[in-house]
């Protein structure tokens, strides 16, 4: 019997082929480890929860992790609060975040309930209401006017970005029944 001829384009995984092949790569030190760390980390404000997650990801000892982490801290590299006040800047500022998903996105990060509740006050009524306000324009925009048919939709789109259901008739109805829709 005769083999099958083989495509010079086809390739051969060492692994399944649902993930990247196995690489055979040298192990690393400690130092070299901490350098990518500290690259990784500053590149853009990381929390703790991210940093241990890289680490694991190189397949580092849990002792040496939590020690490269430590240190990580004492450098600046890692900081937990810093990282929840730059992470509720960008979503509030950028995406038009409500308060609920910020909230929610950060517990999931192990950030301290404290540290979001003191940086989410920082976020002043005007800017909330500008950006439930443009939230609602934007929906509108693709979605047409608000009417009987589509209020739950616009419902939602609002609650699905963190906002509650008293924030919408507060600001955006101006305190106005929502059930005249109905």
């Not at 800047?89 to 517990?107: D, E, T």
């Not at 950006?131 to 609650?159: D, F």
Request: aromatic share 10%; charged share 30%.
């Amino acid at each position: 019997t005769t083999s099958p001829k083989r495509n010079s384009s086809t390739r051969i995984w060492t692994k399944s082929c649902y993930g990247p092949p196995l690489l055979k790569t040298k192990a690393m030190t400690v130092s070299e480890i901490i350098t990518k760390l500290e690259r990784y980390c500053a590149y853009q404000d990381r929390c703790t929860q991210e940093a241990l997650t890289k680490l694991r990801s190189l397949q580092v000892e849990e002792k040496e992790a939590q020690q490269i982490l430590r240190l990580l801290k004492n450098d600046g590299f890692v900081d937990d609060e810093r990282y929840a006040q730059s992470y509720i800047r960008g979503k509030v500022g950028l995406k038009q975040w409500g308060k609920q998903k910020i909230r929610m996105s950060l517990l999931q990060k192990g950030i301290p309930k404290e540290l979001i509740d003191k940086y989410l006050k920082h976020i002043t009524p005007q800017q909330y209401t500008d950006n439930l306000q443009a939230a609602v324009r934007k929906w509108t925009q693709s979605h047409g006017p608000v009417t009987q048919e589509n209020i739950t939709k616009l419902y939602r789109h609002l609650m699905a970005k963190g906002y509650t259901y008293e924030e919408i008739l507060l600001h955006y109805y101006k305190g106005a029944d929502i059930r005249k829709f109905y």
